[in-house]
């Protein structure tokens, strides 16, 4: 039977160790990272006409996953409800970009709703739309091909962007910085404890006993 020197076991070991730890701060480093990277505080930007707040939601996989960002920011996807609010979103947001909009005909089809509840009061479709092409286009977004006009689209579009519509006032600069401190908080870890500094009356005569060896390192 060979033999492996105790050594070179204990260098193993520490090595296995010292590899386990790199592992596990490494990982712990990007579940910070990712944290830190979670979507910045939306920019709210009032529509004078109706007072409502609008912001663009980012990175959102499907009209689904856009509608649930805009609830969870206290609104829905926009409702457009007349060619003024339309004008202003294209002003706004400009006309060019494909958003979802809080329309839809999933629940029965051709029958479009605003996910908002509110009557349908105006639709700005882009000729020969809605199409349901492959009869799986239920979800509504906006800018297609003309500024502002609406096409139908499967959920799962690449689309990845929305506009929130509140119709209250969004969160105040105070209530974000304060959420922002807040969450900042809980990523920061907490410091080593410092080391307690001895007053000068004590610290003096543990430096004398550490000269007499009292102290370790003496
Ligand atoms: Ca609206």
Same mark, same amino acid.
């Given at each position: 039977?060979?033999? &492996? !020197?105790?050594? %070179?076991? %204990?260098? &193993?070991?520490?090595? !296995?160790?010292?590899?386990?730890?790199?592992?596990?701060?490494?990982?712990?480093?990007?579940? &910070?990272? %990712?944290?830190?990277?979670?979507?910045?505080? =939306?920019?709210?930007?009032?529509?004078?006409?109706?007072?409502?707040?609008?912001?663009?939601? *980012?990175?959102?996989?499907?009209?689904?996953?856009c509608?649930?960002?805009?609830?969870?920011?206290?609104?829905?996807?926009?409702?457009?409800?007349?060619?003024?609010?339309?004008?202003?979103?294209?002003?706004?947001?400009?006309?060019?970009?494909?958003?979802?909009?809080?329309f *839809?005909?999933?629940?029965?089809? *051709?029958?479009?709703?605003? *996910?908002?509840?509110?009557?349908?009061?105006?639709?700005?479709?882009?000729?020969?739309?809605?199409?349901?092409?492959?009869?799986?286009?239920?979800?509504?977004?906006?800018n297609?091909?003309?500024?502002?006009?609406?096409?139908?689209?499967?959920? =799962?579009?690449? &689309?990845? =962007?929305?506009?929130?519509?509140?119709? !209250?006032?969004?969160?105040?600069?105070?209530?974000?910085?304060?959420?922002?401190?807040?969450?900042?908080a809980?990523?920061?870890?907490?410091?080593?404890?410092a080391?307690?500094?001895?007053?000068?009356?004590?610290?003096?005569?543990?430096l004398? %006993?550490?000269?007499?060896g009292?102290?370790?390192?003496?």
């Amino acid at each position: 039977m060979s033999t &492996i !020197s105790r050594d %070179r076991w %204990r260098r &193993i070991l520490a090595g !296995s160790l010292a590899l386990g730890l790199i592992v596990a701060l490494t990982f712990s480093h990007a579940a &910070i990272t %990712r944290a830190q990277d979670t979507p910045a505080t =939306l920019t709210w930007i009032t529509n004078p006409a109706n007072n409502h707040a609008y912001a663009v939601l *980012t990175g959102c996989a499907s009209w689904h996953a856009c509608e649930a960002g805009a609830v969870a920011e206290g609104g829905h996807l926009v409702a457009v409800n007349n060619a003024d609010e339309q004008a202003w979103l294209v002003d706004t947001f400009d006309g060019t970009t494909l958003y979802w909009i809080g329309f *839809t005909d999933e629940a029965q089809a *051709t029958v479009w709703v605003w *996910t908002t509840g509110e009557a349908v009061t105006y639709t700005n479709w882009y000729p020969g739309e809605p199409s349901n092409s492959a009869g799986t286009e239920h979800y509504a977004l906006m800018n297609w091909t003309v500024p502002g006009q609406w096409n139908d689209g499967h959920a =799962l579009a690449a &689309i990845n =962007l929305g506009i929130v519509e509140r119709t !209250s006032a969004p969160p105040t600069s105070t209530a974000e910085a304060s959420e922002t401190l807040t969450r900042t908080a809980t990523l920061t870890t907490t410091p080593p404890t410092a080391t307690p500094v001895l007053p000068l009356r004590l610290y003096l005569p543990a430096l004398w %006993r550490q000269d007499l060896g009292y102290l370790p390192g003496g």
